[in-house]
DNA sequence: CCCTCTCTTTTACATGCCGTAGAAATATTG
DNA sequence: CAATATTTCTACGGCATGTAAAAGAGAGGG
């Protein structure tokens, strides 16, 4: 899957928390007000990243609107889990690291961890 | 986390296959053995590969014997459960991504998950 | 002690990704 | 149609990575 640089993730987290689409002008602020940083981009900076975005299947933009609008394609949470398939890989040691991560997460964590997997069988 | 180019991906695996400590010339050799992609790098670029992996943490050279003996600094499974802890971030969406990570597993690793979970909890 | 052989370090270059944005083209609107 | 807003094209610097030649360094034979 596609990695993502500082500004496109940026980028993309103002997306996944937005409810509507937004436009290169919108970002270009949100960006502005993210942080003390006052960073100020050109808008052309933003479209740029968008279109990469674009075409690595992370946004969709509709360009039928005039100042056209870009939305996440899929949400953070599904995002998240193709990069964790992606770092399990195909390999056949999938237990082996899960055993191992399970060892190192919380016992809240562990504990819904456990109530999911009960939700599951029973479905 | 440090992300790994295809090559230091493959010298990585040999490394993490081998009982034994390798050399540069073993792994030159072994890298032409990969797959019938008869690549025959030269030594001096494996040796590239193994300085950038060293400094990345990944791998640990041995300097006392003569030809440098090369090694993985940790296992392929604490590697990937670092990835894995890289992936889900310090998010507060944890149990969402868990959630929906499970959804998407086999029945036979989620059977094998609620033992690990279990034999976790016992400890 | 020097030469040669092997091994390591240094330096280099091409490619591709990413942040960044000006210039140019195109659409909107008055 | 002219001015303005928006998008596309083109570009460049920096960094990671694959690739390796060139140069430096240690070690054994003569």
Redesign the interface.
């Known amino acids: 899957m596609a990695?993502l640089g500082d500004l496109e993730r940026s980028v993309m987290d103002l997306l996944w928390d937005s409810a509507e689409p937004l436009t290169a002008n919108d970002l270009r602020d949100d960006l502005a007000a993210l942080g003390t940083d006052a960073k100020e981009l050109a808008v052309t900076t933003v479209l740029t990243v968008l279109a990469r975005l674009e075409k690595k299947g992370l946004v969709e933009r509709e360009r039928t609107t005039r100042p056209h609008r870009y939305a996440a394609s899929s949400s953070?949470?599904?995002h998240?889990?193709g990069?964790?398939?992606?770092?399990?890989?195909t390999a056949q040691?999938?237990?082996?690291?899960?055993?191992?991560?399970?060892?190192?997460i919380s016992p809240d964590?562990?504990a819904?961890?456990?109530a999911?997997?009960d939700s599951?069988?029973s479905a």
């Open positions: 990695s953070r949470e599904d998240t889990v990069l964790l398939n992606d770092a399990l890989g040691d999938r237990e082996a690291v899960l055993a191992r991560f399970i060892g190192g964590e562990a819904s961890l456990r999911i997997l599951v069988k």
